[in-house]
């Protein structure tokens, strides 16, 4: 079983960047694909981004061109880059590991972290 730690949350002004940062322990990300996600208040659990083991990305719609999901396996930890940053990207942020890429569903997730808050002030 692998524990998730997210990192590097806070309150911004709009237009600001924020890098997040999710780091494993228990055992190593190995071949697993890692996510983000996020959870607005009222609202269901939405997908952020993923990366393949190899490097390759996926992200959803609202998000490309601003945001940039990276990894070091070595350090086992999972970044999420967030540029130009909107009040409507306010929400509680989460990491998670997949065996299948790319997923959009929480389903298809078996380990999470516990969040971090991201803020954004218009």
């Known amino acids: 079983q692998v524990q998730l730690v997210e990192s590097g949350g806070g309150l911004v002004q709009a237009g600001d960047s924020l890098r997040l940062s999710c780091t494993a322990s228990g055992r190593t990300f190995g071949k697993d694909a890692m996510a983000w996600f996020r959870q607005a208040p009222g609202k269901e659990r939405e997908f952020v981004a993923t990366i393949r083991w190899t490097g390759s990305t996926y992200y959803t719609d609202s998000v490309k061109g601003r945001f940039t999901i990276s990894r070091d396996n070595a350090k086992n930890t999972v970044y999420l880059q967030m540029n130009n940053l909107k009040p409507e990207d306010t929400a509680v942020y989460y990491c998670?590991?997949?065996?299948?890429?790319?997923?959009?569903?929480?389903?298809?997730?078996?380990?999470w972290g516990q969040g971090t808050q991201v803020t954004v002030s218009a």
């Open positions: 998670a590991t997949s065996d299948t890429y790319p997923a959009r569903g929480t389903g298809a997730y078996r380990n």
